[in-house]
């Protein structure tokens, strides 16, 4: 006869990874084949009464029945559940009760398990998302404990650093323009600890960045591109205020700190995990970098109201490059777009009081002759 | 399907006939050879989010490759990727083996994998992670261990002491607790053993006579250290 089993049997005369055995539940007791095994010799039905149940298996979650004295003892262990209900159906309940109590056990393991890795899962989301709400707090407060003096000789010697590779301009309009820029930024910011230094240097990358301490790079290729002083003004404002707000150090403490608390817990993972503790990491100080720039740009521009210098420049500046952002993703970059930017500037620009700007001592057409452009012929 | 494992010891390899039309899965990687009436294909056990699940969870491969016996009948020789020995274990739709996540090599199309999540203490402590392969169905499994394989039969309530990291698969029949080696945590650890698994019967459980992290830990220390 062959069988479907539905169980494992163990006993001494079977092997020890158990032989396979359909058991049947009946309202006498239960029915056991083994395939190549003689039944029982008690008859075919062994009665409840000779029964003991128990619980067994790596989680406990299996039936196991016994019966018979030793050597021939047989005792198989059920895992399918709807014979295991109906086992305990069947059977008189002075039977099941142990089993029962095993199985509440069970339940209990499985709730207890359950709570646990709830517990931990749990206790690892709120440590995120405190880091996360209450990383610039933190930061703040490690960054306002670091003298202004260690940051001044972090910045020089990467100032020192950079320059030793550039090629600078030492003087000419076009550093006397820069220099009268930042004299009338500088004498409006009162109480800061630094000494701004500024070098114009001969590249046609348009952009500009400041260093921890007080250290401004301008390139030329920023003020070949810029249509009129203002415009300049406006990006070395922005500059300025990332110095005064200690971004850079900022910055330089959130990347480290993340890094350290990441790696402390999730490792140095490798493959995906890995790619994607990468990822998640680069997101975080992408959307750190936007909020610094847009803080930046706030306070530029207040700046530039302060120093009589006229804000339009910088919005223009920034509608012009936003010509060039088409396609670009915000999320995926370390500034907000161009045009947001602009927006965001006009929106504030209202609610700052009037003042009537006063023009620069320079003309703008000149400085950008001596710095090789091409006059345009004006009808 | 029949199969014949070549030259057991170290480096053996496990040739598998198929019949016209007959499927067997394995870890990706692990063919060496085959005839050219069967075709490779790759598949996501489980789905998507089962591979990505046993991918993050286990360490396992995100893709296990499927050997199709599509235009008649022919062989296929699969190898492991560490020096040891393979087993073969018949699966008859009742027996279930928990295997760590290292242990499968290949199975039948009929064998079904799934991973299991095992509680706190064993994950934290057990030596195979917090996810291991429960492996159930029909037909044959085919396991592969570093090292070789030893087999522990053990009786119903019988006992026996494995060191974690020696453990490759057991049956579901048998239950586990982690324990500290010795009496005490230091004597745990100067042991060197740390924890041990206490295994209790009915059951069967296969361990690899070679430790491979202990292994790893060794190897490191020959291996240049680039700046």
Partial sequence: MTIVPNALCFGAEFPATGSPCHVEVSSRGITLHVEGYSPQPDGNTVPFSLLTVSSGGLDHDQLVVKWGKEPSTRTPYVKDPVLIRAFREAAPPELTHHFEAAAAKVRQARTHRRRMWGIVVGSLGALVLFLWLGSDWLVDLAVSRIPVEWEQKLGESAYRDFLAKQDALKGGPAVAAVNEMTQRLTSQVTKSPYTFEITVVKSDVVNAFALPGGYIVVFTGLMKKAESGEEVAGVLSHEVNHVLQRHGLNRIVKTLGLMAVVTIFVGDPQGLAGLMKQVGLELVTLKFGRAQETEADLTGLQLLQRAKIDPAGMIRFFERLSEKDQGRMEWLSTHPMSTARAERLKAELVSLPKTIPEPFTFDWKKIQESLGVQPVATP | MKSEILYPGAFPMVRVEL?????????????????????????????????????????????????????????????????????????????????????????????????????????????????????????????????????????????????????????????????????????????????????????????????????????????????
């Fill in chain 2, 19 to 227: 019949g016209a039309g007959e499927h067997i899965k394995a870890e990706s990687g692990a063919m060496v050879s085959a005839s050219p009436t069967i075709d490779i294909e790759s598949k996501m056990e489980g789905g998507f989010l089962g591979a990505l699940s046993r991918k993050l969870l286990t360490g396992e491969k995100f893709f296990f490759q499927t050997l199709k016996a599509n235009r008649g009948a022919g062989e296929v020789l699969l190898a492991p990727t560490v020096p040891g020995e393979i087993v073969v274990l018949e699966l008859d739709g009742v027996n279930e083996y928990l295997v760590q996540k290292d242990g499968f090599l290949a199975g039948a199309e009929t064998v079904k994998i799934e991973s299991q999540m095992q509680s706190f203490t064993r994950g934290l402590l057990g030596g195979e992670g917090f996810f291991i392969l429960k492996i159930s169905g029909t037909g044959p499994l085919i396991l592969n261990s570093f090292g070789a394989i030893h087999k522990v039969e053990l009786k119903p309530e019988q006992e026996y002491i494995v060191d974690n990291s020696h453990l490759v698969a057991w049956s579901s029949t048998t239950s586990y607790n982690i324990e500290r080696a010795a009496s005490g945590w230091v004597a745990s650890f100067t042991s060197g053993e740390g924890f041990v698994c206490r295994f209790r019967g009915p059951g069967v459980v296969y361990i690899q006579s070679r430790n491979p992290g202990s292994f790893g830990a060794w190897i490191r220390q020959f291996i240049p250290v680039s700046e």
